[in-house]
């Protein structure tokens, strides 16, 4: 096991910042479905869990959220405003 993990280690730490650079980058085209680019943005989240990284629910949240084309600006804006935790300081 561990020389196939010296064989192949690097390989998939590759595999991984790829996946994981991939669903970054992830844009919503200008005419393209908002269903449609969801779909691309769930195959990259299974792509990047199946090589065992792990990214938390707020974090996907936001990377899809800047992924949205800017004719869905108030849909975010809407969201970030109902869903931003408010702290008093005392």
């Known amino acids: ?7 192949f280690g690097d390989q998939g730490r590759v595999a991984r910042r790829e996946a994981i650079q991939r669903f970054i ?5 200008a005419v393209q479905p908002v269903q449609e680019h969801i779909l ?3 195959v990259c989240l299974n792509e990047v869990e199946i ?3 792990i990214i938390d629910p707020e ?18 804006l809407d969201y970030e405003l109902n869903h931003k935790e408010y702290c008093l300081v005392i």
Do not use: E, P, W, Y
């Open 25 to 29: 980058n992830l844009r919503q085209g």
């Open 59 to 76: 974090t996907q949240t936001d990377i899809v959220l800047a992924s949205l084309n800017h004719s869905l600006s108030q849909f975010k």
């Open 51 to 53: 090589l065992c990284s």
């Open 1 to 7: 096991m561990q020389t196939l993990h010296k064989m």
């Open 40 to 42: 691309n943005v769930m």
